[in-house]
């Protein structure tokens, strides 16, 4: 019964680790965005309809701050948590951030 009970305590102990998440942005505001930040991630800019490389975040919370070419700035604050480590957000139309 002991043995059990470490075995299992170990499978959720291992089943509890921190794990990154996968992150992309799709930009399908109406303009250029820049000085994208998501954490230590940063990018220069992101077109149109363009899609951002592929990055790594860790669990936990995070800062999301993008630039309109025409000066606007945007900032979303998000708790990374969840099972799902494959993520996609998308800068909309009206330059607000929501998951895909």
């Given amino acids: 019964m002991r043995v059990i009970t470490i075995l299992f305590l170990i499978l959720l102990v291992i089943s509890c680790q921190k794990k990154d ?5 799709v930009n399908n505001y109406f303009e250029d ?8 991630y940063q990018s220069d800019t992101l077109k149109i309809n363009e899609t951002s ?15 309109s ?5 945007f900032e979303s ?4 948590t969840g099972s799902n480590h494959n993520l ?3 800068i909309n139309e009206n330059g607000e951030l929501v998951r895909f």
């Fill in 53 to 67: 490389s592929v990055f790594t975040i860790k669990k936990g919370d995070l800062v999301i701050r993008y630039y």
């Fill in 88 to 90: 996609i957000f998308v």
């Fill in 21 to 25: 998440y996968n992150i992309k942005i």
């Fill in 77 to 80: 604050k998000i708790i990374m």
């Fill in 33 to 40: 965005v820049y000085r994208l930040n998501v954490g230590t």
């Fill in 69 to 73: 070419v025409s000066g606007l700035k």
